[in-house]
């Protein structure tokens, strides 16, 4: 028989995970206010909120955190990241940043103004956010494929190149300060962009001298979908894939908390030096020094260590075969998704799930609340509530997909925790008819609402 596919490390350090009752759960979520981001993380059972800084680190990882050089200016520890950088992406400057959307604010600074417009696959909320904070507007031109889950298409985190070059027509080119492409692409359900598709998008880029920035945050999951997937690169290796998709950027930037399988970190990664020099000072203002923006020595000595193991085939192999596990579990008991499966999470789709909860009471959010009180898991809703209100209207916008994400985060559950949760799941699906009624808001803010809105139940 084929071998099954089994993971290329072993577990040396534990974790203890509490377990709870269904009568502390209610407790606990009426608490939190209906919202999974305010519960305490011993109030979880098995936490697929985020696969963001939630990973385990290596061995290796954690000597390296032992050799961390803290001094102010050039580290040793600044240069080791700066190697890994080239050798592993192929840019030759780059800012460390405390995070992902550190990375943004310094790099949006220097190039986003009033009234432009970004083109991109659907962007992450912090990049929505801070390209609204300045009062632009982020363009989505993702594939139409995209947001019908039931359509497997391999690369639904394309870009519309049609629609892209219609943006771009149409409007002042001055307007236009970068394309953004989000690889993978989260908001539709973790899906990659082919290489094909990134080079089409510089070819327009090109045509119109617009920047193209890749958000990177997950590069090494969208290059080995690159190469399960697009035939033109089934031979290359992930170094040679991720080396080519970044050879068609102006600028990265990294949340160094996913595939660099680190707890905190980010950067921003340059061709021109001209741009690296104007961002520095954002860095210097927002971050801290060029040589270290935010983060300890010993941080981007695991970052470094972190983005030579994310981007080995074996572990990728078995970091999507073991999202991929639980799809295919949770599709057996009919449960309704976006197909295909994607790189960092399973995106279950609360409206076929839900059908009787109406749209504006939070379908996936109420979603995300039933799982918690069936088994304790933790998920997120990627829907209405995430979406925001209109920054000009102030209406609820009601994106195409309304989703609920069991985020697995790297290198840390077992295959029975994917058994558990696929079970949780089944066991709501099979009384979904009996519930008809969701949540309805009690308190928002203006911006980024789904980390501190609190919630209630209606009905
Ligand atoms: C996480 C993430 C970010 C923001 O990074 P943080 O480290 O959370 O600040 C931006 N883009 C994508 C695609 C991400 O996944």
């Known amino acids: 028989m084929n071998l099954p596919f089994a993971e ?18 209610e407790k606990w979520i009426k608490e939190a206010r209906y919202n999974v981001f305010n519960l305490r993380s011993n109030q979880v059972f098995i936490d697929l909120l985020t696969d963001s800084g939630t990973g385990a680190m290596s061995d290796k990882q954690w000597s390296e955190m032992m050799l961390g050089d803290e001094s102010y200016a050039g580290a040793s520890s600044y240069y080791k990241m700066k190697d890994a950088i080239r050798e592993i992406m192929g840019f030759e400057y780059f800012l460390p940043t405390h995070q992902g959307r550190a990375a943004e604010n310094v790099l949006f600074s220097v190039l986003i103004k009033e009234g432009d417009l970004v083109p991109g696959n659907s962007h992450f909320d912090t990049t929505k956010g801070h390209i609204e904070f300045r009062k632009a507007l982020a363009v989505d031109c993702t594939v139409d494929e995209a947001y019908d889950t039931s359509v497997n298409h391999p690369f639904k985190g394309n870009i519309d190149i049609d629609k892209l070059a219609g943006v771009l027509k149409k409007n002042p080119v001055e307007k236009i300060p970068m394309i953004i492409i989000t690889a993978t692409c989260n908001t539709p359900g973790g899906q990659p962009v082919s290489l094909q598709n990134i080079k089409d998008v510089r070819s327009v880029a090109d045509k119109f001298g617009v920047r193209v920035i890749i958000d990177a945050a997950r590069f090494a999951e969208n290059a080995y979908f690159i ?16 080396l080519e998709m970044f050879s068609y950027a102006d600028a990265v930037t990294m949340s160094s908390k996913k595939d660099a399988i680190v707890n905190m970190g980010g950067f921003l990664a340059f061709r021109e030096e001209e741009l690296f020099k104007q961002a520095s000072v954002y860095n210097i203002l927002f971050e801290g020094y060029i040589t270290y923006g935010g983060m300890s020595g010993r941080d981007m000595n695991a970052l470094a260590q972190g983005l030579h193991e994310g981007t080995e085939f074996d572990y990728l192999d078995s970091r999507i075969r073991q999202v991929g596990y639980l799809g295919k579990k949770l599709d057996e008991y009919g449960i309704p998704m976006q197909q295909p499966y994607g790189g960092h999470a399973i995106f279950v789709d609360a409206q076929r799930f ?19 009180l069936e088994g304790g898991v933790r998920a997120v809703e990627i829907g209405t509530l995430m979406a925001d209100r209109d920054p000009v209207t102030r209406e609820n916008r009601y994106p195409k997909l309304e989703l609920l994400r069991l985020t697995i985060p790297r290198r840390v559950y077992t295959k029975n925790h994917m058994d558990y949760t696929a079970a949780c799941l089944k066991n709501i699906y099979d009384r979904r008819d009996s519930i008809t009624r969701g949540l309805r808001i009690v308190n928002e803010a203006t911006i980024l609402r789904h980390f501190t809105v609190e919630l209630e139940p209606i009905g």
Not at 359 to 366: C, S, V
């Open 8 to 25: 290329c490390y072993k577990i040396k350090m534990v974790e203890s995970l509490r377990k709870s009752t269904r009568g502390d759960r």
């Open 227 to 242: 190469k399960t997937r697009e035939a033109a690169y089934k031979d290359k290796s992930i170094h040679e894939i991720v």
């Open 354 to 372: 839900l059908p009787n909860v109406p749209r504006e009471e939070f379908q996936a959010q109420k979603l995300v609340v039933e799982l918690y």
